[in-house]
């Protein structure tokens, strides 16, 4: 048996970068904020999500930067070969399932007063 799942509670530390494809599929990347509690004070980890399809068109249409959101997705790490030093590279990106709108009604709402689109 083997489990990836990760699940996280943060902030949005900037606006969406969606892609658009031909085909109709819809890519959505933010980074999200969890702070990390510590004795002399709290730290943000950072972190990569990639969100796809229908989840990720709703995460374009109403994640805006600051928001409060949770997430539940797996690990993975894109990989590749640095250009200019050929030095082989990495990163961990949370590829998310299910997205989750937190923090107050009034963040919300006004967050989605500016988008008339329907989930």
């Known amino acids: 048996m083997s489990l990836n799942v990760v699940t996280l509670v943060g902030r ?3 606006d969406p970068d969606v892609k658009y494809f ?7 990347k933010l980074t999200l904020a969890v702070n990390r509690r510590s ?11 990639e969100i796809w399809g229908k989840t990720a068109q709703v995460a374009a249409d109403y ?6 959101i949770g997430v ?3 690990l993975r790490f ?5 250009r200019n030093t050929g030095a082989n590279r990495s990163k961990p ?18 967050s989605m007063s500016q988008h008339n689109s329907e989930f």
């Open 39 to 49: 004795k002399n004070s709290d730290q943000p980890d950072w972190f990569n999500l």
């Open 22 to 28: 031909e085909s109709g599929t819809v890519l959505c």
């Open 78 to 82: 894109e990989r590749w070969q640095d």
């Open 63 to 68: 994640v805006r930067k600051g928001a409060q």
């Open 12 to 14: 949005v530390g900037g």
């Open 72 to 74: 539940t997705g797996s």
């Open 93 to 110: 990106v949370i590829r998310v399932d299910q997205l989750e709108f937190l923090g107050s009604k009034r963040d919300n709402e006004s």
